[in-house]
């Protein structure tokens, strides 16, 4: 497995202490990090400086064996509205595409099983503890089950307002 960030004038990269070898649990947060890109200035040239150093950097950021949505951002920097930059709070669902994993270039690297698979084996134990002091009204997972990410463990009710907890 690897990684390696981009680096140099304008970049930087905000992680959660990922390095090449790194296996995530299964508990993993798809958010790898955030990749800012800057240049001087406030003006179109300046934007467009930003966004050709984010293409740049897409390109050498180097992340193998986890999902990750690199694909994803380049289709969002390349698309015609951001380089105008002509976007807005609805931009991406109003361009719902954009995120559609099969158009990645590489397919793997967004696939979920793909990366599913490289995964730690390492089992978690936690303690369930709820947000409120409640009646059960369904348990739908026992001590020892797999339970994974999402999953709903149990359901409560509180002041007539049923919750899962997950």
């Not at 807005?88 to 994993?101: G, R, W």
């Amino acid at each position: 497995d690897v990684y390696e960030e981009p680096t140099g004038e304008g970049v930087r990269c905000d992680t959660a202490g990922w390095y090449t070898g790194f296996k995530p649990n299964q508990m993993y947060d798809p958010l790898v990090g955030k990749l800012i890109c800057s240049a001087e200035g406030n003006t179109i040239e300046s934007f467009e400086k930003a966004r050709q150093l984010m293409l740049q950097s897409l390109d050498n950021f180097n992340i193998q064996g986890v999902a990750n949505n690199i694909d994803a951002v380049e289709r969002i920097v390349t698309h015609p509205e951001f380089i105008a930059n002509d976007v807005n709070t609805s931009f991406l669902a109003d361009n719902p595409e954009l995120l559609d994993p099969s158009k990645a270039k590489n397919p793997q690297a967004t696939e979920h099983g793909t990366a599913k698979r490289l995964y730690s084996e390492e089992k978690i134990t936690f303690e369930l503890t709820p947000p409120m002091t409640g009646n059960i009204l369904e348990v739908k997972k026992q001590a020892g089950d797999e339970v994974d990410v999402g999953d709903v463990v149990v359901v409560l009710s509180a002041m007539k307002i049923e919750t899962e907890m997950v």
